[in-house]
């Protein structure tokens, strides 16, 4: 290493990193001048010049291939001390005579010095790459340290083994060599800024602890990657890389980055400029290809299947953002904490983007054959599902949709905003929201209802699908975000809509009836009573049976309603006048029968209720790979 100049080494501050290349004396400088020196100046000098002579690997072949750390940890902590007090024999000879020959001397041993801490320096790093991982640094950060006070002014001796079994035996051997490489390199760093030569140790320190941080991020699969690369690969390969990446955050926030700004803190903790400048230069390149992942994806094209993993992001970020903001709290590294906050920003976009794509999905969807036997359309099962899915998102989506002015892309018809009403759902934004696209929906299913030639059958359509809609919400977290006043309400749509079927499906048949079973009318009247009643009767039950009615507990009240209304009447009738009734081929159906007719309805096309001539195909949801956080995306057509 060249000579250092003396003012440059003497009275450069301690912080500060030196000069590189320092000038050599000129031989042709005057002679120098000796001045009496203190026996205390002598003696550091000797001290130093007997230690720093026996470790310098130029002169020592055993020095050269062995670490005087490893060797004699002890005469490592004396070595530190004899570079200290040389260092203060300097600042007196050059307040004494700068040209002195003590000082030159002092000046070489102190070169020389420097090369030896350099290259231990190194040595520790290098050996101890897989103890000081930021896994092991930030578990042994959360235990009582053992060696906190043992090195930081190089005037306490080494920590013994004896102080390690103290600490207790849960300590392992990864963390006590972990322990003490952290204290000898804190040792050194100290040493080596407080002498002037900062610089040369924070070069070594940067070029191996960077090396680190970019290989962890590469087995927790991060990759650099551009919004093109993004764009050109199918939703499914960027869905696997994104599941990749949820793991690597986690670890990297938590461990990689948490781990390596402890041990970084901790060797450079003389220095806080050091400490800043160095962990934001062998961290800045990798958190921004990581936080920047986010982004690229919330640039892709939207469509409403990739919601629930652009909320995963999001979440992911904003669960971390504590940890984030702690770790990059430097003013070095604000362009962290700038692109994570980025990222956030574009995937609330996408989000919402996405919400109001959902709402025009809706609104477009084409169908124009009924669906057989009334049953739930596929698209209230793909919204249904869809919400309760995003129901489980509610906190990030509040914070996403809050201050996001409801934005209506058509107008609805004005029966829609009386009971119930969107006016009396819940008031947070996201309850807003969802409560919208379910009117939406609702808006949508009235227009379907109007494709049945049957007005009977409309309304069980729409009995069906309210049904479905209210018990998707009970059954799920939408509950706690539009509340049980909303479901009430809906619920008594649904009960509406029953009562408007049994009128309009049955009233003819209850027509077909006496008001009073019992009056007296005349034979001939009876039998033409009852001829009608049949027929009746067996229309309404042959078009029924292929109906259906998709929930068990709504099919049971529906046919125990028309069994009260319905079997009581006929039997008073039928008992009343069954002597008119004998000999003839009038009775169909005997009361007892009535019952077990009833309890046939709404089976008939069952099967049919999930499927139609519809596809809503900018609602069908893409595949799930196995092992995705919400395998539940299956449920979207069912």
Excluded at 113 to 120: G, T, V
Excluded at 462 to 489: E, F, H, P
Excluded at 545 to 572: C, G, H, M, N, S
Aim: charged letters at 25%; proline letters at 5%.
């Amino acid at each position: 290493m060249p000579k250092k100049g003396m003012r440059s080494i003497l009275f450069k501050p301690n912080s500060s990193p030196s000069h590189s290349h320092r000038p050599s004396p000129s031989p042709t400088a005057t002679p120098p001048r000796s001045f009496p020196a203190s026996p205390m100046e002598d003696h550091a000098i000797d001290a130093a010049h007997s230690l720093i002579t026996k470790w310098d690997g130029e002169s020592s072949a055993y020095a050269k291939v062995t670490s005087l750390f490893y060797d004699n940890r002890g005469e490592a902590m004396l070595y530190l001390r004899a570079v200290k007090d040389l260092h203060s024999a300097m600042h007196s000879f050059a307040k004494q005579d700068s040209t002195s020959d003590r000082l030159l001397r002092s000046q070489l041993l102190m070169q020389t010095a420097m090369k030896r801490l350099q290259k231990e320096f190194y040595q520790i790093l290098a050996a101890n790459r897989e103890c000081l991982d930021p896994e092991s640094v930030s578990v042994r950060s959360s235990r009582p340290s053992v060696t906190g006070s043992s090195i930081s002014d190089f005037e306490e001796e080494s920590v013994s083994d004896d102080e390690f079994r103290a600490a207790g035996e849960s300590i392992t051997e990864v963390e006590r060599l972990a322990s003490l490489a952290m204290a000898d390199l804190k040792a050194i760093a100290d040493c080596m800024i407080s002498t002037g030569y900062g610089k040369e140790c924070v070069k070594i320190y940067k070029v191996i602890r960077k090396s680190i941080i970019d290989e962890g991020l590469y087995h927790l699969g991060v990759e650099r990657l551009s919004a093109s690369q993004i764009n050109k690969m199918d939703w499914e390969v960027v869905e696997l890389k994104i599941k990749h990446w949820l793991y690597a955050v986690k670890t990297a926030v938590k461990t990689l980055f948490y781990g390596e700004r402890i041990l970084c803190d901790h060797v450079f903790s003389s220095s806080d400029s050091i400490r800043e400048s160095c962990f934001a230069e062998i961290s800045k390149e990798g958190a921004i290809s990581l936080f920047a992942f986010p982004e690229l994806v919330a640039k892709c094209k939207k469509s409403p299947e990739k919601m629930f993993r652009t909320l995963d992001l999001y979440e992911a970020i904003s669960d971390n953002w504590p940890e984030i903001e702690s770790i990059f709290y430097f003013e070095s590294t604000a362009f962290v904490r700038s692109q994570a906050i980025t990222s956030l920003i574009k995937l609330s976009e996408s989000v919402r983007t996405m919400l109001s794509d959902l709402e025009a999905a809706i609104q477009k969807d084409n169908s124009k054959s009924p669906l057989r036997g009334g049953g739930a359309h596929p698209l209230t099962r793909y919204v249904m599902n869809y919400l309760d899915v995003l129901a489980d998102y509610s906190g990030v989506l509040s914070d996403i949709v809050t201050d996001w002015p409801l934005k209506m892309h058509s107008p609805l018809p004005e029966s829609y905003f009386g009971s119930p009403s969107l006016d009396d759902a819940p008031t947070s934004a996201i309850s807003v929201q969802i409560a919208w696209i379910i009117l939406v929906l609702l808006c949508k299913l009235d227009g379907r209802a109007e494709l049945y030639n049957d007005v009977s059958l409309s309304y069980i359509f729409l009995a069906n699908n309210l049904q479905y809609v209210v018990n998707k919400v009970r059954a799920s977290n939408l509950v706690y975000i539009l509340g049980d006043d909303w479901v009430t309400r809906h619920e008594a749509k649904v009960k509406q809509y029953t009562a408007n079927y049994k009128r309009m499906g049955w009233s003819k048949v209850l027509a077909s009836l006496p008001e009073n079973p019992t009056a007296a009318m005349s034979p001939e009247e009876a039998r033409e009573r009852l001829k009608n009643f049949n027929a009746a009767f067996e229309e309404a039950y042959r078009k029924q049976t292929a109906w259906v009615v998709t929930d068990p507990k709504l099919r049971d009240e529906i046919k125990r309603d028309l069994a009260r209304q319905l079997v009581p009447t006929f039997r008073e009738f039928y008992e009343k006048y069954r002597g008119a009734f004998r000999g003839e081929l009038l009775v169909r159906f005997a009361p007892d029968d009535l019952d077990n007719y009833v309890s046939d309805l709404f089976y008939g096309m069952e099967a049919s209720g999930s499927t139609s001539s519809s596809s809503s195909p900018s609602l069908s949801p893409s595949p799930t790979p196995s092992g995705s956080s919400h395998s539940r995306l299956w449920r979207f057509s069912r």
